[in-house]
């Protein structure tokens, strides 16, 4: 028992004392600020809002930037000036002017000003947009994703802002939903994996240089799974899957140091996320150990009264957030919040320790980012912009997250690559229309204006007729997603006679948020017909997907010669295709996600083990063909008995055995064999991206103990029992055995530790 006790005890301080930063130079000089500070200052500081409020005629005002800078104190500003993304030197005017009024008030404390940049710098003009994360993940390449964010960084920074709302750390577990796209994805350990690699990108050259922003993870927590499907609405989920899937990738995030998190809008089990105390108190600030802002998400402090009724007015609503640890609200377009919350402090409701909690908490993320040394863009930062390395990644991103998934045999050859000289006939809604390869956050929220999208970015029509010369290549277009016309499947059906091919260009045009809503999961009835009508021409059909979720394509998969899915593949994304289609290089994505071929049959590929009869996707997690083709080896092991302080190492050869060139994306997968909580189908345990040379064999090796096979029990416990494991690496097999040193110290420690990591 006293040992007991004294592990406890341990543990508890392991975590707390880790966790606890020594009183640096920055905590200093934010007491003495905040020592400075007024009530209506303090609550200044907790209130964002957004640009268009200091705007009158489609202009930011002096007159509005000082009454709210300097009469109201606030704190932190975000969003656009125009319809339309503005140039850099547009946005470090409209800073500067920001910080000069920030900086003439008492305290001079500069503006923290947010931005989307989701993927790329979405609000300025000629900006590099990568593909959405659901592509990125597809790439399975980290080295690259690191890299992008490093653009990225480079493209907001310039700007002279600070904070990006970014990366998203949702796991996509209902396909429905909207912003599935934002999300790398259904896998906790993937999401995990590339939305740190991103956080490391934006943050880990130091905060205060200019090669660094402020991370933002979002959103706090389970939005991603809606029970009815639409954004923002309540999700249900187990203690089980709570810790299971949906938490990791943020304790992961938090350990990486991501210094800001905004907020789910939607609820828990009943509770919205924003007034839940034990989720961003007890679990965020105290048991994860989490140091910097919390912020809400748009309008959610109203939407608490508004939508989800949990409060009468918005006063309550504002008492409930605060109280539960929302340091900033996001209000965004009134001073409400900030009313309130002077009456609440002044009246005791909530407590000015709450109050400096979060202010401390604001001013030190200002602090970090230099702001106090130079709020305005650093001399040179403009330089930063416009690389054209950036385009290069932007095309290299798009080129490894494309997804080969049918490749049929005609006259005993792949159909793709095309063969060379071929006429092609492009054609489908999504042909020549730049809006479906960039998805939300481009250019616009909703993305979807094609006058704001840069001139140098191709359509899917003009990439394939660069490629192909034009005089290869007819069009027959389509113009709506959702609507066909007769004369348009005339015109597809007549020039269809002169084409060896047809490239089918199917998918969704862009949508944001709520705008993305469906209430069927298939592909509209209207791409159905068109991929029907052009299989009776006769001509091979590739269907090309560009779309930000698994649309169920069942009905035409049969009869399609070749599919090609490109996600949301950004401005490189139509060259990555035509290069793919016409060979000139090899498809290496790997589907992020389960591709279901039946909207009623949404199992995911970690389900337990007892749905196993029932995953019949279209295509599997982990699917993606190749041009070439690789053989594995017999797995190799150094031991097959691993102990609770052992490392397992596991080997595996792949031969490049086909005739070209190609990178692969490499899935580790383990199966525990039996556990007292029905175990998973599988789990991916680790991923590599390896470039194999025709003819060449590459070993790739993974790195596994007792830690990485570990699940959630009955008792919230993080337990790894003994047992029968089981690896696969491609269509290769091999078995071993976890036995806990029983008795041992080790051992005992181990099952302690591991329960207090549950979190
Ligand atoms: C979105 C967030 C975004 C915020 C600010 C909200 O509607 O949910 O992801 O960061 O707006 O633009």
């Not at 640009?51 to 000082?66: P, T, Y």
């Not at 979405?122 to 890299?147: C, E, M, W």
């Not at 007729?465 to 004369?487: E, I």
């Not at 299989?535 to 090309?544: E, M, W």
Request: glycine share 8%.
């Amino acid at each position: 028992m006293k040992f007991f006790i004294l592990l406890t005890l341990a543990v508890t301080c392991f975590y707390s004392c880790a966790k606890q930063n020594t009183f640096d130079e920055g905590d200093k000089f934010v007491a003495d600020l905040l020592g400075k500070m007024t009530i209506e200052e303090k609550v200044g500081q907790m209130t964002q809002l957004t640009l268009s409020v200091f705007m009158k005629e489609g202009k930011v005002q002096d007159s509005l930037l000082e009454k709210y800078i300097v009469n109201y104190g606030i704190g932190s500003m975000l969003n656009v000036m125009g319809p339309g993304p503005s140039s850099v030197s547009e946005w470090q005017t409209l800073i500067k002017r920001i910080q000069d009024v920030a900086l003439s008030a008492p305290n001079k404390i500069p503006v923290l000003y947010g931005i989307d940049a989701i993927h790329g710098a979405t609000y300025t003009k000629n900006s590099v947009l990568f593909p959405h994360n659901i592509g990125i993940a597809a790439s399975r390449n980290i080295d690259l994703t690191y890299q992008s964010a490093k653009a990225t960084v480079a493209e907001v920074r310039s700007a002279g802002i600070r904070w990006n709302f970014d990366p998203v750390f949702g796991v996509a577990r209902e396909p429905l939903w909207s912003r599935f796209e934002e999300t790398f994805g259904e896998d906790s350990y993937l999401v995990g994996e590339f939305g740190t690699a991103v956080i490391r990108g934006y943050e880990d050259e130091g905060l205060k240089n200019k090669t660094a922003v402020a991370s933002c993870i979002k959103h706090y927590l389970g939005y991603s799974m809606p029970a009815i499907g639409k954004d923002r609405t309540p999700a249900y989920i187990s203690d089980i899957m709570f810790h299971e899937i949906f938490l990791p990738p943020f304790k992961k995030a938090i350990e990486t140091g991501a210094k800001t998190v905004m907020v789910n809008s939607g609820s828990i089990n009943g509770v919205p996320v924003h007034a839940s105390k034990k989720l961003l108190t007890g679990l965020l600030k105290e048991k994860l150990g989490f140091k910097g802002l919390v912020v809400t998400d748009w309008e959610d402090i109203l939407f608490l009264y508004r939508e989800h009724k949990v409060a009468h007015n918005n006063r309550e609503a504002v008492k409930i957030a605060v109280n539960a640890g929302i340091d900033m609200s996001m209000v965004p377009e009134d001073v409400s919040f900030y009313t309130d919350l002077v009456d609440l402090v002044k009246s005791g409701e909530v407590s000015m320790e709450r109050i400096n909690d979060a202010v401390t908490r604001i001013l030190k993320v200002k602090y970090d980012v230099g702001l106090f040394d130079n709020a305005y863009a650093e001399e040179g930062a403009a330089d930063m912009f416009g690389k054209p390395k950036f385009d290069s990644l932007a095309y290299t991103l798009a080129l490894e997250s494309i997804t080969l998934l049918k490749n049929d045999t005609l006259k005993s050859k792949p159909v793709l690559p095309i063969k060379s000289n071929a006429n092609v006939l492009v054609t489908g809604p999504a042909a020549n229309i730049l809006n479906t390869l960039h998805g939300s956050w481009s250019y616009t929220w909703q993305g979807e204006k094609e006058n704001l999208y840069p001139e140098r970015i191709l359509t899917i029509k003009e990439a394939i007729q660069d490629k192909l010369g034009a005089k290869n290549v007819q069009f027959a277009p389509v113009k709506s997603f959702m609507k066909t016309t007769p004369a348009e499947i005339k015109t597809m059906q007549r020039k269809a006679a002169q084409a060896d091919y047809l490239i089918l260009c199917l998918g969704e045009k862009s949508y944001a948020e709520g705008h993305g809503n469906i209430d069927e999961l298939d592909l509209p009835q209207s791409q159905i017909a068109i991929a029907k009508a052009a299989y009776k021409t006769g001509k091979p059909v590739i269907v090309v997907l560009t779309q930000g979720r698994p649309l169920i394509v069942r009905e035409i998969v049969d009869q399609a010669a070749g599919i090609v899915l490109a996600y949301r593949p950004g401005n490189r994304g139509a060259d990555a295709i035509a290069d793919i289609l016409s060979g000139s290089e090899s498809p290496s994505g790997k589907l992020p996600f389960t591709y279901h071929k039946h909207s009623g049959n949404i199992v995911m590929y970690d389900a337990p083990k007892r749905c196993e009869k029932h995953y019949r996707p279209q295509w599997p997690f982990g699917f993606g063909l190749s041009y070439t083709q690789f053989e594995y080896d017999d797995i190799k092991l150094n031991t097959t008995e691993l102990s609770t302080t052992g490392t397992l190492e596991i080997k595996v050869e792949i031969t490049n055995i086909g005739n070209r060139d190609s990178k692969l994306g490499v899935d580790l997968f383990i199966s525990d064999e039996v556990a007292r909580i029905i175990p998973p189908m599988k789990k991916l345990r680790g991923f590599q991206k390896v470039f194999i040379k025709s003819g060449e064999t590459k070993t790739v090796e993974f790195s596994i103990t007792k830690d990485d096979l570990a699940f959630v029990n009955d008792d919230l416990q993080r337990v790894t029992e003994e047992g029968k494991f089981i690896i696969m690496l491609g269509d290769k097999q091999a078995e071993f055995y976890y036995f806990p040193d029983k008795n041992s110290e080790e051992n005992a420690m181990f099952k302690e530790t591991d329960t207090d990591k549950i979190i």
